[in-house]
């Protein structure tokens, strides 16, 4: 979360989080970056993360693949 300088590295396994922690992983398949009120927004179910991410509110790099296998955490 650049916007309040704040990283955290969630582990997820076949769309399950597993686990998390505070601060950025040194090598992750993906990494999606967003400010706090945009994440607070998909996890209170009244920001839709597909929308967010066409306006540029929602940066990824990696694979897309392995983005769509975590849309059951963001929906």
Do not use: C, W
Request: charged share 30%.
């Amino acid at each position: 979360f650049p916007d309040v300088g704040v990283a955290y590295t969630f582990h997820v396994e076949d769309g399950v989080l597993k686990g998390y922690e505070r601060g950025a992983a040194e090598r992750a398949d993906i990494r999606v970056s967003m400010s706090s009120s945009v994440f607070i927004g998909i996890i209170d179910k009244k920001t839709n993360p597909i929308k967010e991410y066409q306006l540029g509110r929602i940066n990824v790099k990696g694979s897309m693949s392995d983005l769509l296998k975590m849309r059951k955490l963001l929906f």
